[in-house]
């Protein structure tokens, strides 16, 4: 058994720690394999042990566990390779920032334990803030360091970006008026009935993703009072049907507390109609959000950032930090138009949190919250909007290179035309011909569910899957799902992770 060293660790003992650390994270950073071909299932012996160690482990053993038990099993996120989800490669001075924000633990929950963090925060919320809405300097004077505005709230993802939003969005649908208290004291029946509704709803089209069902289930409002409309062929809100929605909860007393745009659908990237979702918001009086989880980057793209126009008009908007703004994850945003709208949610505690404070926790889900907003901060500093813009060109660049890829290869079917940097595809095995017929739907699904899961065991390249209700025979279909957000993908690792799956494909039977 070994001493653990003391905080802080003598010098060397702490070199000597580095160094194996940092052994440990450059075999991790290495481009392949992407996975390992072992199962969550045959893992699991590895960490079936339920009890706390009674003595302390050697910090050597520890390190030697962790890198053969859980480093050498995690898939290469960052891997040029790994094309698959929306978790990808950071910058380089991600890893010595991480350091400094663990070393100082600043508590953002009040200004008491991060004074100069808060105005940080603030700053970089207020960067992002005219980024989207582009207010001028006399509105950014006014409330970029002033307490009593709220520009937006960091969180820990876009989950909870959106669910803030949606927070805001139901204590303003369901206030306060004459001697009602509103939804926040009372609660939703009591609102509803004050209010005079039969129910509250969400409106936004079937690819909204899951958060906001989570959001619906938090707040009252109930995951099946999401109403979902259907996407066109290009999986955009089908705008007629979003308009009878809102006109039948006109109708029936059912208070729309938000229409929700997806700025890039976790599907497909595609963009709703947002100027047309925001002018209907308008006429019926009700909160418009855009969820630009993933595709708010795209604002930093001169070329690019007109596929948004309409997000300006937003009551709210989420962006995360660590889908394509090079933060690690742990960093979300969410954005209000309207510095007081987040009052409606304002809660205080007797110790913190005190009338007329800067205490960022007063206005927030979570209470406790890291740093984290140093790693944006760092970002938009050290790239600033030039590098950004490279970085999102270079990826629809990417994009629209494997496109043509799939178009010329008979042995793929692109799916959707991509809107940003998401693709959908399928393969079509040798028995089919370009076009397969109507009926072959299943089969075809089939094939590329295995094709999916034979390319992620054999772990030298990935990419994900999902589903469309409604493919090009009108049915279900299975989609490979490339996303292309590593700026160190080249297009000859594409065509690598094509080759493959034609290989792969080329051995299944059909
Ligand atoms: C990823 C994503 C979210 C959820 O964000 P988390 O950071 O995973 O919580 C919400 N909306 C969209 C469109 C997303 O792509």
Redesign the pocket.
């Known amino acids: 058994m070994q001493s653990v060293p003391p905080i802080p660790a003598n010098g060397s003992a702490m070199e000597r720690l580095r160094d194996r650390v940092d052994q440990i994270a450059r075999e991790f950073l290495r481009a392949d394999p992407v996975n390992t071909a072992a199962a969550p299932c045959a893992l699991a012996d590895r960490f079936a042990e339920t009890r706390i160690p009674a003595g302390a482990l050697g910090i050597d053993e520890y390190l030697d566990r962790l890198r053969d038990d859980v480093v050498a099993h995690a898939p290469r996120t960052s891997s040029p390779l790994y094309i698959g989800h929306?978790t990808t490669a950071l910058p380089w001075f991600v890893r010595p920032l991480a350091e400094l924000v663990a070393v100082m633990n600043q508590n953002l929950v009040k200004i008491e334990t991060s004074k100069s963090f808060t105005l940080c925060e603030r700053q970089t919320l207020a960067m992002m803030h005219r980024l989207v809405y582009g207010a001028g300097d006399e509105f950014y004077g006014r409330h970029a360091q002033n307490g009593d505005s709220t520009l937006g709230a960091v969180t820990s993802?876009?989950?909870?970006a959106?669910l803030t939003a949606l927070w805001c969005a139901r204590n303003a649908a369901l206030g306060p008026s004459g001697t009602f208290p509103g939804v926040d004291e009372a609660g939703v029946a009591a609102a509803l009935r004050h209010h005079g509704c039969t129910d509250a709803v969400i409106v936004g089209s079937e690819l909204m993703?899951y958060?906001i069902a989570k959001a619906a289930d938090l707040l009252g409002i109930g995951a099946r009072n999401t109403l979902r409309v259907r996407v066109d062929a290009e999986c955009r809100a089908d705008l007629g049907e979003l308009r009878r929605v809102v006109d039948e909860c006109r109708r029936n007393r059912r208070r729309i507390v938000a229409i929700v745009g997806?700025a890039?659908?976790?599907d497909a990237g595609s963009i709703d109609p947002l100027r047309e979702m925001a002018a209907l918001a308008r006429s019926v009086g009700c909160h418009f959000h855009v969820?630009a989880?993933?595709g708010g980057a795209l604002l930093l793209s001169r070329t690019h950032r007109g596929r948004l126009a309409g997000i300006e008009q937003a009551d709210s908007v989420?962006i995360?930090g660590?889908?394509q703004l090079l933060s690690p994850i742990g960093t979300?945003l969410v954005l209000f138009r309207d510095p007081g709208l987040a009052r409606t949610i304002e809660k205080r505690a007797r110790y913190i949190l005190r009338r007329g404070t800067w205490d960022l926790g007063k206005r927030s889900v979570e209470g406790s919250r890291s740093a984290a907003i140093l790693f944006l901060h760092a970002a938009l500093h050290i790239l600033g909007t030039d590098g950004f813009e490279q970085m999102v060109d270079g990826n629809l660049r990417r994009t629209a290179y494997m496109a043509a890829r799939i178009g010329e290869r008979p042995e793929f079917e692109l799916l959707t035309r991509p809107q940003m940097n998401i693709l959908l595809y399928r393969a079509l095995p040798p028995a089919f011909t370009r076009t397969p017929g109507v009926g072959d739907g299943e089969r075809l699904n089939v094939f590329n569910v295995r094709l999916q899961k034979e390319q992620r065991r054999r772990g030298r390249s990935f990419v994900s899957r999902t589903s469309l209700e409604r493919g090009p025979d009108g049915a279900a279909v299975v989609a490979l799902r490339a996303v292309l957000a590593n700026p160190l993908t080249a297009d000859a690792h594409i065509d690598g992770v094509l080759d493959e799956q034609a290989a792969i494909a080329a051995g299944l039977p059909s």
């Open positions: 929306m993802g876009g989950t909870l959106n993703h958060s997806v890039g659908t976790t969820d989880a993933w989420t995360d660590h889908k979300g």
